[in-house]
């Protein structure tokens, strides 16, 4: 009975020893420590051209201010401003944005470069958004159509009724603008003089160092109803009507969003049709 006893004793003993190996060797194994368990650090969101505007608290444009009713010089309170419709476009937009207006007055075929250089955050100067432009920078909608005309002297308006008229003649038009291109295309026998400055070209016709010009609608209006000696001709250009648009640096989604918002506000509200007759009362 005693060994009986002293067996199962012995068996017990022997069956809690092997459970309690049985235990500890079914522990899972503690998982190593190293740095590469660690989860990355999430990456800051990128600035986005509109985040460093109204970060620096000011937007700078570039314009050709010699465009009137778009742009040009006029003495307010006996200094120096530039004024337009496309000035009181730009204000309006850097209200919206919450930021100052600052303006860099720069040669017509010098703004694109300007503002691929970065030295301007966008370009408001009566431009149309052709294809070759669309290449190299991106463009807000449309603001204000204009057609081209042919300007003349007064004297020599019944000598031009077509471009046939104006073969072997010189003809005259803004360095890098779309008037440039349409001497080039439809007036393919005349001799261009391409200059970067609107009011250097009218001082051109009226003495007489080109026979005429190729200029926007408005441009023309507001020069001659201060230059009586010039005339708009009947001559039809085959060009659709050109619109106006403003250029940024490609790359900047949001900042053409934010601007295409005032634009249709502007538009909706008939305030760039304000501007323009604002404008053309303030032609000198």
Known sequence: MFKN????GLFVCFALVMSACGSKAAAPAEPSKTTGDKPAAAQPAKETKLDQIK???KIVVGTSADYPPYEFHKEVNKKDEIVGFDIEIAKALAKDLGVTLEM????FDGLLAALDAGNVD?????MTPTEERK?????TKIYYTAVQTVVVRAEDKDKYKSVDDLKGKKVGAQKGATQEQI?????PNSELKALGKISDLMLELKNKKVDALVVEQPVASAYL???KDLVITDVKLKTEDSGSAIALKKGAPELVDAMNKTLDKLMADKSIEKFVAEANDQVE
């Open 225 to 227: 109803s201060k230059n």
């Open 5 to 8: 006893k002293a067996l199962i």
């Open 122 to 126: 966008f370009v408001i100067s009566g």
């Open 183 to 187: 001497v080039k295309e439809q007036m």
């Open 55 to 57: 970060k620096a608290g």
């Open 135 to 139: 290449k190299s920078v991106d463009f």
């Open 104 to 107: 860099k007055d720069m040669k």
